[in-house]
């Protein structure tokens, strides 16, 4: 039997929708109560936490990782809200969990939050706190990691050093460009306790894109801190924040305040070239040319190259969107080359840094952000270098394929090729996004495969980073973009992870029947 009479077979004999695509049964999520769309948005405007969550968060510290989530099943059937367990998880997570000795790995726990909650901003209302569930389990896995490494618990702020409101700013700023870690953390407190979100925002997000160390972590870590922050309600900054800067302090060797080491220099250098960006560059023209003459540059140029490209068509009245698009398109472009854990971060970082220069309202901070990010593109790229082969792909020549069927069979059949062939998956997600109006079937089947197959946090972040950034690309350039995606994504066939089956089993225990 041919492959296409296999694949029309299949399609024959297989029902339509979540049956078709593999999803699973996640009926046992119906003992909890349903989380409405309402209550998953949390307008920091309106939010009201439990004004005791501290009991709560040592719930999640001291539960054993085998009863927490019938523990807290538990506690939603009474009454324990989804705006209440979203605040005491990333409370727990900076409380247990170090952000060292690199801004990563089991400091995923934190980083993960604001992507789990994104997918359950999406999800139905049935599914909503299946995203939660995991990011709870993953939390107990880091805590052990945790006390196996060195058993680091954040403690308390020293009172003696905290500087008084009138200085929280400026010494903060001093302790950062000092690399001073005793000093930023005190006076972080203080800037928890006297200044505004946004104030602070400007502050952090200028240091996040900093230094090119950790791969994106600390671009991620600032973006994902305010996102969460927004949705728990600034009134639990002060932990969140004496985390960030403890991790955007991270470092190897000597004081980088004192020396030039490698991963300091676009910073340094983007400073300067900032200056030279002509007044009236965010009203620029979108430009499709000059969006690939920027890509031709990531592919090939270096860091110093890519940033001066970057000044170079904005002095020529580029609209900052064209160059975000190929910042997007350069990320998205390297998941085909070496498809991998740093192509994935090199789009996560760009997803951060997208945000951070949209969130911020300073100028000279919108002009850095997009220079560092045009300066950590090909960075990424020579970081991949060591990791094994890379090919000579671009998005530009990946040429659509149509599927066989049509609808939500068309998806089905997009992803159970995952499992066979990715990049013919990429060319058939590309001919689906480009006969169908509406993406929709083609991204919510792929948050429900990460709900049920992915593995670590790297797919939640993924997954939120792609499907957010699809709809911020010029129509021109966003469908490539998602094929590119099926790189990484899961695909059907893959067994469903051990978090279903955990939750399955804690919801089907005796104190739910």
């Not at 972080?188 to 400007?202: K, S």
């Not at 309600?233 to 060797?253: C, D, I, K, N, T």
């Not at 270096?302 to 490209?309: G, M």
């Not at 079937?441 to 939640?460: E, I, M, Q």
């Amino acid at each position: 039997m041919s492959p296409s009479s296999t694949r029309r077979e299949f399609l024959r004999s297989a029902a339509t929708g979540s049956a078709l695509l593999g999803l699973g049964d996640l009926s046992f999520l119906s003992r909890l109560r349903p989380v409405s769309a309402a209550e998953a948005r949390l307008d920091s405007r309106v939010v009201r936490l439990h004004p005791e969550i501290e009991p709560l968060v040592r719930l999640l510290e001291e539960t054993p990782r085998e009863r927490l989530l019938e523990e807290v099943g538990l506690r939603i059937r009474k009454g324990l809200s989804y705006r209440e367990l979203l605040a005491a998880l990333p409370l727990a997570g900076v409380r247990n969990v170090e952000p060292r000795p690199n801004v990563g790995f089991k400091f995923h726990a934190v980083l993960v939050v604001n992507s789990a909650h994104l997918a359950s901003l999406s999800s139905p209302d049935s599914d909503r706190w299946l995203p939660i569930f995991w990011a709870l389990d993953y939390f107990k896995d880091s805590q052990a990691r945790d006390l196996m490494e060195r058993n680091w618990t954040m403690g308390p702020v020293d009172e003696s050093k905290v500087p008084p409101p009138q200085r929280a700013r400026e010494a903060f700023q001093e302790a950062m460009d000092r690399w001073d870690e005793g000093a930023a953390d005190a006076a972080a407190a203080a800037l928890a306790r006297i200044a505004g979100p946004q104030e602070v925002f400007e502050i952090f997000c200028r240091y996040g894109a900093r230094d090119f160390r950790s791969i994106g972590h600390k671009a991620i870590f600032v973006a994902n801190a305010w996102r969460t922050l927004g949705a728990i309600g600034w009134q639990h900054s002060e932990p969140v924040l004496r985390s960030l800067a403890y991790a955007l302090l991270f470092h190897e060797g000597e004081n980088p305040a004192t020396r030039d080491a490698p991963p300091d220099r676009p910073w340094r250098r983007n400073q300067e070239l900032a200056g030279r960006i002509p007044a009236g560059w965010q009203g620029g023209k979108p430009d499709a040319q000059a969006t690939r003459e920027m890509l031709d540059t990531l592919r090939e140029g270096s860091d110093e190259e890519a940033s001066r490209k970057a000044v170079y068509l904005l002095e020529r009245g580029i609209a900052p969107r064209s160059l975000w698009d190929a910042l997007l398109e350069g990320a998205g472009e390297l998941l085909l080359r070496q498809p991998g854990i740093v192509a994935l971060h090199a789009v996560t970082t760009t997803n951060a840094l997208h945000h951070a220069y949209h969130g911020s309202a300073v100028d000279a901070t919108r002009r850095l952000l997009l220079l560092q990010n045009a300066a950590f593109l090909p960075l990424f790229r020579e970081a991949m270098k060591g990791r094994g082969a890379m090919q000579n792909r671009r998005l530009s020549d990946l040429e659509p394929l149509e599927p066989e069927a049509k609808g939500p069979q068309a998806v089905a059949e997009i992803f159970a090729e995952v499992g066979r062939d990715r990049e013919r998956a990429s060319r058939m997600a590309l001919s689906y996004l480009r006969s169908e109006p509406d993406p929709r079937g083609l991204v919510d089947a792929a948050r429900r495969l990460v709900f049920l197959k992915g593995n670590d946090s790297h797919d939640y972040k993924f997954s939120s980073a792609v499907l957010e950034d699809y709809f911020h690309l010029s129509s021109e350039f966003r469908d490539r973009y998602l094929a590119a995606s099926l790189f990484i994504l899961p695909g059907s066939a893959e067994p469903d992870n051990e978090l279903v089956k955990r939750t399955r089993a804690a919801l089907s225990s005796r104190a739910f029947l």
